[in-house]
Nanobody, 115 residues
Framework: QVQLVESGGGLVQPGGSLRLSCAASGSIFSIYVMGWYRQAPGKQRELVAAATVGGSTNYADSVKGRFTISRDNAKNTVYLQLNSPKPEDTAVYYC?????????WGQGTQVTVSS
């Protein structure tokens, strides 16, 4: 199975920047999709961004133009660049991956946007 480990979370000021990383390891055959979800207190988990192995991407409307997802297939790693984050972006961010074996989730990393 696949294991996902996130890093890069922390405190960031509005208008600042932050980059999250997620590295996959384990029995990797073909990770078709890697991406990021987030969950704020009192809200359901939502998709932030996703990328396929072929390079197509999808973003939540709320982060379009501010966040960028990228993927390094050779390193089995996905990144999320958070530019100009807003307080409402505060949440636990979860890495996820999908392959033919199923869905996999990271442990989550806290992102707090505050001045």
């Amino acid at each position: 199975q696949v294991q996902l480990v996130e890093s890069g979370g922390g405190l960031v000021q509005p208008g600042g920047s932050l980059r999250l990383s997620c590295a996959a390891s384990g029995s990797i055959f073909s990770i078709y999709v890697m991406g990021w979800y987030r969950q704020a207190p009192g809200k359901q988990r939502e998709l932030v961004a996703a990328a396929t192995v072929g390079g197509s991407t999808n973003y939540a409307d709320s982060v379009k133009g501010r966040f960028t997802i990228s993927r390094d297939n050779a390193k089995n790693t996905v990144y999320l660049q958070l530019n100009s984050p807003k307080p409402e972006d505060t949440a636990v961010y979860y890495c996820y991956a999908h392959d033919y074996g199923g869905d996999y989730w990271g442990q989550g990393t806290q992102v707090t946007v505050s001045s």
